[in-house]
């Protein structure tokens, strides 16, 4: 089992910068590709950022492109999600996943197999 615990979420302004971690523990080497997902009140859940083990390949969103950053320290075993340039629209609940396999490369909620209890983040002037 690997678990997932994020943090760092809150209440910022539009156009503010906010960085989300994600702790992995247990069976770390099950969480060779991590990602960020949020869902937003009265929709699905959606895929927001993606990377793999090595931290070199990363996926992310139309909606989130130049203003989103993920990493990973893998010695420290944590996932980060750089938000920038927040816009009111960025408003939801943010997931941290996880799944064995890089493999085939595909970022819906059903590729995922570990799931944080996820932080909010709202954005609001």
């Known amino acids: 089992q690997v678990q997932l615990a994020e943090s760092g979420g809150g209440l910022v302004q539009p156009g503010d910068s906010l960085r989300l971690s994600c702790v992995v523990s247990?069976?770390?080497?099950?969480?060779?590709?991590m990602g960020w997902f949020r869902q937003a009140p009265g929709r699905e859940r959606e895929f927001v950022a993606g990377?793999?083990?090595?931290?070199?390949?990363?996926h992310y969103a139309d909606s989130v492109k130049g203003r989103f950053s993920i990493s990973r320290n893998n010695a420290e075993r944590t996932v980060s999600l750089q938000m920038n340039s927040l816009l009111p629209e960025d408003t939801a609940v943010y997931y941290c996943?996880?799944?064995?396999?890089?493999?085939?490369?595909?970022?819906?909620?059903?590729?995922?197999?570990?799931w944080g209890k996820g932080t909010q983040v709202t954005v609001s002037a």
């Open positions: 990377i793999n083990d090595g931290g070199v390949r990363k």
């Open positions: 247990g069976r770390t080497r099950n969480s060779n590709a």
């Open positions: 996943a996880a799944r064995l396999h890089y493999y085939p490369v595909s970022w819906t909620t059903g590729d995922m197999t570990y």
